[in-house]
């Protein structure tokens, strides 16, 4: 998540993080005019703190720069359903049910025997890491020239945030070995424990989309691997299938009916695609597909902070000019106490 006029006023709790941001940039500076204050000469006009229209540049970059990596629209997309909490929280539990006794007595009376038993509770959860990385600039170039050294900063944060933004789609998609937290791993969309996973190989679905007719794929979506997957977790609607460039070249080719062309495959699918849009993603690759229902039931993003760029404060003249960006997501993967999930990850596991 970034920090815009739109998210501000969808969550409450990001507007905690702005202010930390501002309180930072304040921060920073109120030391650089204290700076320019202790050491006034002229060759240090550069501790003057950073102008209004500096940190606008900063925040425009950090919209900007999340079009530059590969991935970063599935994030996009699953904004309307992630949750915003405190920096504090660094595992989001939830709870599920479990099933409770079927016993109902039907008699004339109203009377009869039957049980009193109550449901039971499982608990499961994610956690919620932060990405850290950071970009400066020399402080001689900013003291030399104070315009260039500005765009020298821009150009930096530009670069490390797209480094910033890939490390954030891997995770959201790959999760971490390196993080657990109380026994819960750090997992993604594609390898999370309550992601339905369909293998496309041979031992399994045995399809390769990347090839596969208008009929294979209608088959495919209906009577076969991903239809039943469907069915079988009682998910009345896929919003949204991500595929990868080479499946959505394929869908991409003429369709042929009676040896006149009808379009292409993509429209012919189109009645048993049943509403679900068919989105290309550089993030795939092969024969890889990761389809979403789109509801805080079965996933959301977990935001403790939103991606940030903040000064860190310099203590004197000669210090170089750095500033580090902070983001804390998890990604929240569900499934009910009757182990049904909405995220369905295709690829050829064998």
Same mark, same amino acid.
């Given at each position: 998540?970034?920090?815009?006029?739109?998210?501000?006023?969808?969550? &409450?709790?990001?507007?905690?993080?702005?202010?930390?941001?501002?309180?930072?940039?304040?921060?920073?500076?109120?030391?650089?005019?204290?700076?320019?204050?202790?050491?006034?000469?002229?060759?240090?006009?550069?501790?003057? +703190?950073?102008?209004?229209?500096?940190?606008?540049?900063?925040?425009?970059?950090?919209?900007?720069?999340?079009?530059?990596?590969?991935?970063? &629209?599935?994030?996009?997309?699953?904004?309307?359903?992630?949750?915003?909490?405190?920096?504090?929280?660094?595992?989001?539990?939830?709870?599920?049910?479990?099933?409770?006794?079927? &016993?109902?007595?039907?008699?004339?009376?109203?009377?009869?025997?039957?049980?009193?038993?109550?449901?039971?509770?499982?608990?499961?959860? $994610?956690?919620?890491?932060?990405?850290?990385?950071?970009?400066?600039?020399?402080?001689?170039?900013?003291?030399?020239?104070? $315009?260039?050294?500005?765009?020298?900063?821009?150009?930096?944060?530009?670069?490390?945030?797209?480094?910033?933004?890939?490390?954030?789609?891997?995770?959201?998609?790959?999760?971490?070995? &390196?993080?657990?937290? $109380?026994?819960?791993?750090?997992?993604?969309?594609?390898?999370?424990?309550?992601?339905?996973?369909?293998?496309?190989?041979?031992? +399994?679905?045995?399809?390769?989309?990347?090839?596969?007719?208008?009929?294979?794929?209608?088959?495919?979506?209906?009577?076969?691997?991903?239809?039943?997957?469907?069915?079988?977790?009682?998910?009345?609607?896929?919003?949204?299938?991500?595929?990868?460039?080479?499946?959505?070249?394929?869908?991409?080719?003429?369709?042929?009916?009676?040896?006149?062309?009808?379009?292409?495959?993509?429209?012919?699918?189109?009645?048993?695609?049943?509403?679900?849009?068919?989105?290309?993603?550089?993030?795939?690759? +092969?024969?890889?597909?990761?389809?979403?229902?789109?509801?805080?039931?079965?996933?959301?993003?977990?935001?403790?902070?939103?991606?940030?760029?903040?000064?860190?404060?310099?203590?004197?003249?000669? $210090?170089?000019?750095?500033?580090?960006?902070?983001?804390?997501?998890?990604?929240?993967?569900?499934?009910?106490?009757?182990?049904?999930?909405?995220?369905?990850? +295709?690829?050829?596991?064998?």
């Amino acid at each position: 998540m970034i920090i815009t006029a739109n998210t501000l006023l969808q969550h &409450e709790k990001l507007r905690e993080h702005a202010q930390y941001v501002l309180d930072n940039r304040g921060a920073f500076n109120a030391r650089q005019d204290s700076l320019q204050r202790e050491y006034g000469s002229f060759q240090f006009a550069a501790n003057a +703190g950073l102008p209004s229209d500096f940190w606008r540049a900063v925040d425009t970059t950090v919209v900007e720069a999340t079009r530059a990596a590969d991935g970063y &629209e599935i994030l996009e997309y699953l904004q309307p359903v992630q949750v915003v909490q405190s920096i504090g929280a660094t595992v989001r539990q939830y709870v599920t049910s479990t099933d409770i006794a079927d &016993e109902v007595v039907i008699t004339m009376s109203g009377h009869g025997k039957h049980g009193f038993d109550h449901t039971g509770y499982e608990t499961d959860g $994610d956690p919620v890491p932060m990405f850290r990385s950071g970009f400066g600039a020399n402080w001689r170039h900013v003291v030399g020239l104070r $315009d260039a050294g500005l765009d020298l900063i821009l150009d930096s944060q530009r670069a490390k945030l797209i480094k910033h933004n890939k490390a954030l789609v891997s995770y959201a998609l790959n999760g971490s070995a &390196e993080i657990v937290v $109380d026994g819960k791993p750090g997992q993604g969309l594609k390898n999370h424990r309550n992601t339905v996973k369909i293998d496309l190989d041979a031992s +399994g679905a045995n399809i390769d989309l990347t090839t596969a007719t208008a009929e294979q794929w209608a088959a495919f979506l209906t009577t076969g691997a991903f239809g039943t997957s469907v069915r079988t977790n009682k998910v009345t609607k896929v919003d949204r299938m991500y595929v990868s460039y080479e499946i959505y070249g394929n869908l991409l080719k003429p369709y042929v009916v009676n040896g006149a062309l009808a379009g292409t495959s993509l429209p012919a699918i189109g009645p048993w695609l049943a509403g679900m849009e068919v989105v290309p993603t550089y993030a795939l690759v +092969g024969n890889e597909f990761l389809a979403i229902s789109l509801s805080k039931q079965y996933v959301s993003p977990i935001i403790a902070m939103a991606t940030n760029v903040t000064p860190i404060p310099r203590q004197l003249p000669e $210090d170089n000019y750095n500033f580090r960006i902070l983001t804390g997501m998890g990604m929240q993967v569900k499934k009910d106490g009757d182990g049904h999930a909405g995220i369905f990850y +295709g690829a050829n596991f064998a």
